[in-house]
Nanobody, 125 residues
């Protein structure tokens, strides 16, 4: 089955860190740009970061710039999102999406070739 699976979500204290993983199953992720998104209450999905297929270029949304880092290990068929200095506002469901043409950073997940089912991140004291 061709799919993306997110993992690494959970609970963190304010100021803490989590690392999310987006692993491809049934296909090679090295041909795809990958982006991370999260749900924003009342506003839908927000793009957070994306990385090109080679990893040569990345892009970040302002709310996470300097705190989140996207990276990839194509040998492991996985893209990561390192999240540091987390705050309660980062509590959300996080999704990844992969696309051969675009670096996923806007719109709906259905616009892209593949997307996962999400992983919950909760930040609280």
């Amino acid at each position: 089955q061709l799919q993306l699976v997110e993992s690494g979500g959970g609970w963190a204290q304010p100021g803490g860190s989590l690392r999310l993983a987006c692993t491809a199953s049934g296909f090679s992720i090295d041909r795809y740009a990958v982006g991370w998104f999260r749900q924003v209450p009342g506003k839908g999905l927000a793009g957070l970061a994306c990385i090109t297929s080679s990893g040569a270029a990345t892009d970040y949304a302002l709310p996470v710039t300097g705190r989140f880092t996207i990276s990839r290990d194509n040998a492991k068929n996985t893209v990561y999102l390192q999240m540091n200095n987390l705050g309660p506002e980062d509590t959300s469901i996080y999704y990844c999406a992969a696309d051969k043409t675009f670096c996923p950073h806007t719109g709906d997940l259905e616009e892209y070739d593949y997307y996962g089912q999400g992983t919950q991140v909760t930040v609280s004291s």
